[in-house]
């Protein structure tokens, strides 16, 4: 028999309300045997557990050792596979609990662990024993094992060009599993991997928080202290790919759900919200212990409100209502099984969840405001400027401040700094213009542009005609012009990084530079100030709210702004963190280290990259620590103020030099001729992101549409065949 194809197609059973059970030994063995294993071992992730996990985890084995044995009689043997593998399962993952960090959040100790982690690998022991007598081999644990690695390997799957931090640790688990005993063997590589990890070191020390800026692989970040994830229309298409089974659940959602297959053309935006939500509950179950572990100060996800609406007051927020309000009725029941035992005080239901809000106008301001109030976190995006996230914060504290006197518990919420897309920009403007000096040289300019092209990849059918490139931002490009040609030649597509040697050869040859080699050292010298642009924005928001200097400043503003209380107004400030993203290079996440207020959202790809770095010689991590406080090389400064969008980026605007001198922060060289509201649509990071995101969107919602449709068929044809 295929046990592997076996055990991939187990499917959960419907789970009965309330629970039927009378301990957390009977609650872990019902929910993992009905097929929840992940959440079984979570449900022991409870502080009134602590001191008593040993005890609890022999009643477990206890339990599951008997429905072990028992299956040997099974006259299915479909069945017998099933138990053994649930079993496996739920203490695989009870077992990387106790390895992450999840045991220091819940209070278990170093030696209760332990001495928890000895019962499982003797219980797995015994079990693969039972096989080998058998199978001669322990086929299902095997089996399991397998199922495990191939979760890990689903990260970027569907970019085969990537490599991602999880897919690559199991990679390097997977050749350390023996035929003998795969169980043990998975648990202790998983320790190295955890325990050596730069992510896990700098969790357990709290030099920084940490986030994933990707839909999938989050319990194998949680393990190294993980405590948000981030996510965007286009990366929820992303997770469709890279794991194929969500149409499956999508499917399964829609039949359940049959109002929505009522002309889909015409519910197309309610039908992604729905996908969107099936791919994003699993990222909420994954972090909802680690809500309640940190009473809501962690643990939350990211949804990007539809963009199509993202500048409408009332569009935004009754998407957000509606999005709220279902996870909430489908955390109600989670929460059952979750939160069992727990005391009932403590509230359940709430949805882990905060709403992206984009920056892109100045409804972002009221949206965030008004969300707020409703105790409804946010976590504003489409965000590159001092200004603009120095705004939104300040909206932020408004909407908090109003929901705490009415008693309502704030949660962590976030300002995204998209760094990376700033830079992207900025790079894309300095290329832009190096082109038209070097155009000015010639006399054929539309050839020598087209050179270039063809030499970047980009194909020119006719030099006069419409030239067609991708942006690199998630749409294409349709050039007509010789202005449009210039701009499609500078995106981050073709010209990234900006020392690029194809074009260093054509500004030389050109006469723009001396020789290929000079212009080689000026466009890195150039790519060096310009990857500084995003970290000095990180780093100025940052410095306003958060720096030792400023923070009891902000404190008292809020005490006497809206009244409150010192603690409730230490609370607000302490809930909202900078959340740089968007990260190109390892050292932005380095040069954004803080141990208050700051969670770094990583990309699999990128994290791979920051683990690199941590490996190699000489590098240090006490050389980081709260760097986002470094004083950078003031020439840095001096040449990105040559650029326009730099100064718009970095500067305050009048209203807010007014605002932050009333709270007693010292704006006197902070500028004034930042990035106003009224300009926030128009500034180029901005309509780049917003294209992508857009058009990102649209294809996702097409998609979704047909899959409707495809449902929707399926039912008509099986309602014909039974009548």
Known sequence: MDVYSIINSIKPEELPSPPPVNDHAGLVVFT?????????????????????????????????????VKSSNYVDEKERIKIRALAYNVLIEIALNLLGLERVWAGFSDDESEKALKIIKETVKSWEELERAKYEKPVIAHAVVKTKIKDMRKVLSSKPKREGMVAAI????????????????????????????IYYIMSKEGICRFGNDYAIGLRWLRRLGYVQVSTNPVLAAVAYDDDPDLWEKFKEYLRKHPELLENPDAKADELAMAATMVALWPNMEVFRPVAYLKNFTDGMISYQLNPNVADSVKGSLEDALKIYSATQEYFSKYDEYLLWGWPTYIERGRPNIVFKVAGSSPAAIDITRELETLGIGTN????????QEASLILAKMEGMAKAAKRGIRTTKVYETNMGGRLEDHLREVVAANYIRKALEKVDNKIRALANLAEKLGITVESLEGEWRGASGWGYDIVARTLEEKINLLASRQYIRPLNKEVFAEFLAEIGLFEAKDKALRELERKEKIIGYAGTLVAQRVWWIFFSPENRNKWIAYLVSRYNLDPEKAEEILNNIDVLPASKRKPSDTYLTLARNNMTNTEFPDHQLNVVKMSQEPGFKLSNYEDAIAIKHDPEILRELFKMEDFRKA?????????????????????????????????????????????????????????????????IVKKAVSVS
């Open 32 to 68: 993992a045997l009905k097929g929840y294993p992940e959440l079984a071992a979570d449900h022991l992730l409870n502080p009134q557990i602590k001191g008593k996990l040993v005890e609890v985890l022999g009643s477990i084995t206890r339990q599951l050792n008997l429905e072990f």
């Open 380 to 387: 504003n995006t489409v965000t590159f400027t001092v200004a």
């Open 170 to 197: 199991g990679q390097d688990v997977e050749r350390k599993i023996s035929e003998n005993t795969p169980i043990e063997d998975f648990i202790e590589a998983m320790r190295v991997e955890i325990k050596n990890n």
């Open 650 to 714: 970095y500067e305050l605007t009048e209203d807010l030099a007014r605002i932050l001198s009333e709270v007693g922060i010292e704006v006197k060289d902070m500028g004034t001729n930042g990035l106003k509201p009224d300009e926030w649509a128009t500034f180029g990071s901005t309509v780049k992101t917003m294209t992508g995101f857009t058009e990102g969107y649209n294809k996702f919602r097409e998609k979704v549409v047909d899959v409707a449709k495809e449902v929707a068929k399926e």
